[in-house]
């Protein structure tokens, strides 16, 4: 669940003999759900959107809204519960749904409609932030800014395998998951806020990396399969500098938007643009994030395309450079 805090928050190629270079700039973002409602927490596929979106007349309660590319919108959660968006992989969504005083991981089927339960991951604890990607399931678990342990789990779906990737016990800290990708996961920690940095985790070879310290808040972060992470970075205070960076993954940071004064975002969400045969001279990550105003609060979802350029194959016959 989305909390107020004293800071808003709010390879493969290679073995191929293709290393990624990459594109200058982004592209400027777009408008993708802006109306009169608060509307964040975005998350997409190839066919579908997910978001959360405020009641009318009730800026901070929140539904989980879904929409097929070119159809209409339709509400997620269970009548009688709020909810908050999380991540889609294929028809497949995972999402936060309260209850009274109880917060769980649901999964929604897009395509059937059916709500339903992961296996082994809700207790009596507080389970929100979630997206998902093939076997895994990313998730936190505890209230942030409380006496109780919080922490960021990795889970897989099929052996059951259950990971810590972080964890903190402290009442001035928070613990937010990020995304699942591929074979990388993100979040961020604040120990204590306003202190925030972002991590990257590689599952398969199961070490944590820090994004570049720039001495500013990180926050929001979401990661492609490849290991390009993007997040947010920040004074202490939202709309404060605010900018849209990326780290790729041998560390090369780069400012993708500079948010104007004023103006910030809370989680992100990176989506692989699929091309068509032959291969594309650029392969596209299309970003999501909820760009807010600070003052008054307000929220709507942007998103931008950030290239990566591919090198030239080389000619038939070329013989492989030595080293």
């Known amino acids: ?6 800071v808003r928050l709010l390879v493969l190629l290679a073995g191929a003999g293709l290393v990624a270079v990459a594109v200058a700039a982004a592209s400027a973002p777009v408008p993708v759900k802006a109306t009169t ?8 596929s190839a066919e579908y ?3 959360s979106k405020s009641r009318r007349g009730k800026p901070t309660t929140f539904d989980v809204y879904a929409q097929p590319t070119g159809g209409a919108p339709f509400k997620v959660n269970a009548p009688g519960t709020v909810g908050w968006a999380g991540g889609i992989d294929g028809t497949r969504l995972a999402y936060q749904q309260v209850w009274k005083k109880n917060s769980d991981i649901r999964f929604f089927d ?3 409609r059916r709500r339903s339960s992961p296996s082994g991951v809700n207790t009596k604890r507080w389970e929100w932030r979630a997206t998902i990607s093939g076997d895994w399931l990313l998730f936190g678990r505890g209230r942030i800014f409380n006496r109780a342990l919080q922490q960021v789990i990795l889970r897989n779906l099929v052996t059951h395998e259950q990971r810590v990737l972080d964890s903190i016990h402290n009442k001035n800290g928070m613990l937010q998951a990020g995304q699942v990708n591929g074979n990388f996961a993100v979040w961020m920690k604040c120990n204590p806020s306003p202190s925030c940095s972002v991590y990257r985790y590689d599952i398969t070879a199961r070490t944590t990396t820090p994004m570049p310290s720039s001495g500013k808040v ?3 972060p979401s990661v492609t399969p490849i290991g390009t992470t993007y997040y947010g970075r920040s004074g202490p205070s939202c709309g404060a500098s605010a900018e849209l960076v990326k780290t790729t993954i041998d560390g090369a940071t780069e400012v993708l938007y500079t948010l104007p004064a004023g103006k910030d975002f809370f989680s992100s969400f990176a989506l692989a643009v699929p091309s068509k045969p032959p291969p594309p001279p650029v392969t596209i990550t299309r970003v999501y994030f909820d760009l807010a105003t ?3 609060d307000r929220e709507d979802i942007y998103s931008l395309d950030d290239g990566t350029r591919l090198p030239p194959s080389p000619p038939p016959g070329a013989q492989p450079a030595r080293p």
């Open 37 to 44: 409602r608060n509307e964040n927490t975005p998350s997409a």
């Open 218 to 220: 990180q926050y929001g």
């Open 49 to 51: 959107l997910a978001w």
């Open 1 to 6: 669940m989305r909390e107020k805090t004293v």
């Open 110 to 112: 897009l395509l059937a």
């Open 294 to 296: 600070c003052h008054p």
